[in-house]
């Protein structure tokens, strides 16, 4: 999207003016630019031996994959079990009986208003007092990325259900479907379809949510990384950066693929070629 | 409910960080995003490029890294003091980086806004002689934060929300208080688990509420 209605072309003047101005712009970037560079230069952060522990083999091996690996483990795990709550959940809001679309709300509303690190801390700290067993931090993180993210899955199913033409649920019927089948093979289908890149987004938001998991000492990337990478070389920013584009990396390639399924699912109508 | 009600105090304490980090963090955010707003939609593309490269770096990074980044990095490393207090310290840093965090998503529900505004305005701004600055801050952009006071109600809840993670930075807010009194009241941790929660519940419901509400009343007839 340009925003170009916002101001003239401009004429020989302003393109000038533009050029003096981008050169500014430009100048007041590598300032700051050579401030950053400064500072942390004074505390050796552009050092070689710095950046160079980034490229070793065992560097990865010991720190990177496997953080990655776990960041993914929490993440994976963490989808598919908030798609199902989320696609449970959005059924029973939708449900005709209030005795379970009021308790569902209730659930749905409760989760997503709790901060997701509470949910973590109460299932770490609490699960001995519970259900008598330490569950690891990793169920920990996940059982919150669950209820969480599940919740605003459910919010978004039951959106794209309610965005659907009212013929789509009258048809299921009248070609004889029971509302459990028309819910299953006619609506939700098409709800989620429409609302791919909502939940993509969501996903996104997950994944970078199981960095909460080295609060309760989950061995993810962030952990493994800041605290692990930098405590042996005390390189914090170098670190930091790696693990910040692993991060942008992932979540881009995900935002890139709700934007292709987005341009798809908006095609959904027969498209004539007009010429 | 004993642990609740004997710790009242210190509960409403850190509740009270909480508020004032998610308020201090909003206004931040609000100013940061305007401006990166302007930024992406100005004529200059230098001035555009910065501003997406900010706004896509900085949503697609954990808030945790975010969060330790300015509290590693840019705290012990850099050492930039912001007080002499280490507490004051921390809650500024920790404002700068929910800030930092934060205008992203103002920035992008922003722009979504100035979308909703039609081509004419504007056009109409510009036939005035008014030049590109004036046509935002005049004509485009109130007419974008009215469109859009919604996102940002759900922004600013999720910030509040999100302050939960300043204890990466060493904020005594009310997650920390909440893991502190489950290990001393190991028994009662559902009591302490719904006692935070139904404080969170009463920040964020009013607020969704207040939003919803601004949002209509401030809706431009189109």
Redesign the interface.
Known sequence: ?T?A????R?GPRGVRR?RV??VL??AA?LAVAYVVYV??DE?D?WAAEKWTPLLRGDVWATFILPGLAGTLAAAVAGVVLAALFGLLFAVARLSEHRWIRVPAAVVVE?FR??????LI??AF??S???IGVNISAFAAVVFGLTLYNGSVIAEIVRAGVLSLPKGQREAAYAVGMRKGQAMRLVLLPQAVKAMLPALISQF?VLL?????G??VGYDEL?DRG?NGI?ANFSN??PA?VL??AI??LI??AL?RLAHRLGASSTARAPRVRSR | MEALLTEGGTILAAFWMTVRLAAVSALGSLVLGTLLTAMR?A?????RA?ATVYV??A???????VL??TG??IG????LELSDDIATNNFWLAVIGLTAYTSAFVCEAL?SG??TVP?GQ??AA?SLGL??VR??ALI?LPQAFRAVVAPLGSIL?ALT??T??A??VGVAE??VR??EL??TY??Q??EI?LG??AG??LL??PMGLLFGWLSKRMAVAR
Not at chain 1, 5 to 8: G, H, M, T, V, W
Not at chain 1, 113 to 118: D, E, F, G, K
Not at chain 2, 76 to 79: H, V
């Open positions: 999207m925003f209605n916002l101001y003239e401009p533009n101005l981008t712009v430009a970037l500072r942390f505390k952060q409760f208003s709790v901060p997701l690190l509470l801390f109460f700290f609490g001995y007092v519970l996104v970078k949510d199981s960095a909460l080295l609060i962030v800041l930098a914090v920013i930091a693990i910040a991060f942008i979540n881009l935002d | 939609v004529p200059l593309a230098s001035l910065t896509t770096v949503r697609n990074t954990p808030l945790t890294l330790l980044f590693l990095g012990a490393n850099l050492g722009r100035l979308n081509v504007a056009e510009r030049g590109f046509t935002l485009t809840i929300k999100n939960t993670i204890l990466v009310a997650s909440m893991r489950i290990e190991g028994d941790v559902i688990f935070f929660a969170f519940v964020c419901l």
